[in-house]
């Protein structure tokens, strides 16, 4: 069947392939709303070095998506169901190893189409049921299940103490960490660190709210999430380090075009650990979609979805990521193509 | 009910390319009526799917079906006619006699088999549209400027290219609606149709447009399969 792939051929420049797909043994699922990624901007403003963007365009972009079931011959869905799709797909597995770190592992939207496209055809096990959750909300599940990833991550690696979290970051990123955070270490005090008083303003369900400049001098956390990314990683991770206590556990979460300087005779001298987080999996898709059932939770989220037009042409494409720009949080989209 | 019908019921003639109808000559893997199945089949909306096939092509078609595994549960073939609104209303003759008489929601779309990029969109709002308001075509703007002359030889009229609009498919009717026009139109009406809203225009019930795309392109003509070919990165035809 000939499917609609709308790739991004040059920074804003869309181009439609054509392409016999086929669609003997997946499910086929028919994209219904879409959110944009800080990635995606990335991609479709040029902001990448051009030897990435040379190397990985033409591509479809999008990997936050839900959508629903047009047929599934494996019998594991029905035709109408709506399901969340998981834009990382393994190709071997490897003991020990998470799925979105594994070697070989292609992640949709990074140098494989996105989910752009007028359907999508994956195996069963990429797919996660969503039903009875807004598709609005659903398309968070990709970033919820970022966010649990990480935490699970520091979780299992950080020492017991978890009276204390320090977020850095007053983005997407950081807000979903703190729903997570608050649902999955009730007892934990969250510190969110940001630049925007105004951002700052909708984490109204965590202890506390600094401005980078205002950070009492008595601060103290015993774990943290570094969700500043760009130019404002160095500050947020040497900060991090000033205010944590010994033998604490950082995520680090944000992307930085350029290398970042660590502090590291600080680093050393407090016997800290750094742990790169991205991405995610099956397992975390499959949480999300359960912490979603909470309609505390889907308020909180639903509190940061800006939704815009309906997208039913290319112009529209193009109008979603200028209307991203002005956003403060995740630009939400039915997907009408 | 919501059914889909995908006409096919011409013999190929304007091809010359090829003693097969233009609807079963290849697109990269696949016969191009089986693109364009595929497409109707995906289309959740759809209770039932009819083909409107050429008697002579019969036997052809349901090797076709078997061959590719397709839902045979929701396929179903009716004659293809003289003409295109022949092949409709055979394929209505059809549908009331496996789901018994058409009811008052009852909706048709109906779709020509050599457009295989037809899209999910298109469908699901010609569907909608249908629904609606009764009767539906789908159009893109004309780009080309058009040129009316009556004798061929001399420019009659030059219409305004801003309220100008290429017809392409699906079209969409309340059957009931389509059936009753129908059969109020003179023997001389009938005559002069050429596709099946117009059934709907001359009695006055208005069409509703609902927009197309560039690329749903009637394969025609031997260019039009060149460039279907190029579009879905298949080979070349060969003359």
Redesign the interface.
């Known amino acids: 069947m000939i499917n609609y792939i709308y790739q991004l051929v040059n920074p804003q420049f869309i181009s439609v392939k054509y392409e016999d797909t086929n669609i003997d043994s997946n499910v086929l699922i028919r994209p219904r709303y879409m959110s944009i990624c800080r990635a995606d901007q990335r991609y479709y403003f040029g902001n990448r070095d051009l030897k990435t963007l040379s190397e990985k365009l033409p591509m479809a972009l999008i990997h936050e998506c839900c959508g629903e079931v047009l047929t599934d011959k494996s019998g594991s869905f029905k035709p109408g169901d709506y399901v969340a799709l998981i834009p990382n797909i393994p190709t071997k597995e490897q003991s020990g190893i998470y799925e979105n770190y594994r070697e070989g592992s292609h992640f949709l939207s990074s140098g494989y189409d996105g989910f752009m496209c007028e359907f999508v055809s994956m195996p069963p096990d990429r797919l996660v049921p969503v039903t009875g959750i807004p598709m609005q909300t659903a398309t968070m599940c990709e970033l919820l299940s970022v966010a649990i990833h990480a935490i699970n991550r520091l979780d299992k690696i950080a020492h017991q103490y978890r009276d204390t979290i320090g977020i850095w970051g007053d983005g997407s990123v950081a807000y979903v960490i703190a729903c997570a955070l608050k649902k999955k270490m009730p007892k934990s005090k969250i510190i969110v660190v940001g630049k925007n008083t105004r951002k700052l303003s909708r984490f109204s369900f965590v202890s506390e709210t600094y401005l980078t400049y205002n950070i009492p001098n008595n601060l103290k956390i015993d774990h943290a999430f570094e969700c500043a990314g760009g130019e404002g990683c160095y500050d947020a991770i040497r900060d991090i380090i000033h205010y944590i206590r010994p033998q604490g556990s950082v995520g680090l979460l944000g992307v930085s075009e350029n290398y970042v300087a660590i502090d590291t005779r600080h680093v050393l001298e407090k016997g800290l650990t750094l742990i790169g987080c991205s991405r995610s999996g099956r397992e975390e898709f499959l949480e999300a979609a359960q912490m979603m059932k909470c309609q505390k939770t889907r308020r909180r989220l639903g509190a940061i979805i800006y939704e815009d037009e309906p997208v039913k042409s290319v112009d529209d494409i193009h109008r979603v990521f200028a209307t991203d720009l002005n956003t403060p949080f995740k630009t939400v989209f039915e997907w009408r193509l | 009910m919501i059914y889909g019908a995908i006409l096919a019921g011409g013999s190929g003639t304007r091809m010359h390319i090829s003693s097969m109808p233009k609807q079963f000559l290849p697109?990269?893997?696949?016969p191009i009526i089986i693109?364009t199945l595929?497409?109707m089949?995906?289309?959740?909306r759809f209770d039932a799917i009819y083909l409107g096939i050429h008697p002579s092509w019969m036997s052809h078609m349901t090797d076709l079906l078997e061959k590719y595994?397709l839902d045979l549960d929701k396929i179903h073939l009716a004659p293809g006619g003289e003409s295109r609104n022949d092949t409709i209303f055979n394929i209505i003759d059809e549908i009331a006699k496996d789901f018994g008489a058409i009811e008052d929601n009852d909706i048709i779309v109906t779709h020509d088999a050599v457009r295989?990029?037809v899209?999910?969109?298109i469908l699901?709002d010609n569907i909608e549209a249908a629904i609606k308001f009764g009767a539906c075509d789908t159009v893109v703007p004309a780009t080309d400027t058009i040129v009316k002359s009556h004798d061929g030889v001399d420019i009659s009229e030059i219409p305004d290219r801003k309220i100008m609009y290429q017809g392409q498919t699906p079209q969409s009717f309340n059957i009931k609606l389509l059936k009753e026009h129908y059969s109020k139109l003179k023997p001389s009406e009938k005559a002069i149709l050429t596709d099946a809203c117009k059934i709907c225009v001359m009695r006055g019930t208005p069409v509703k447009l609902v927009?197309g795309e560039i690329?749903n392109m009637k394969i025609t003509t031997v260019t039009d399969y060149r460039i279907a070919q190029v579009?879905?990165?298949g080979e070349r035809a060969s003359d």
């Open positions: 697109l990269d893997k696949k693109h595929e497409k089949l995906t289309c959740t595994d295989p990029f899209t999910l969109r699901e927009e690329s579009l879905v990165g």
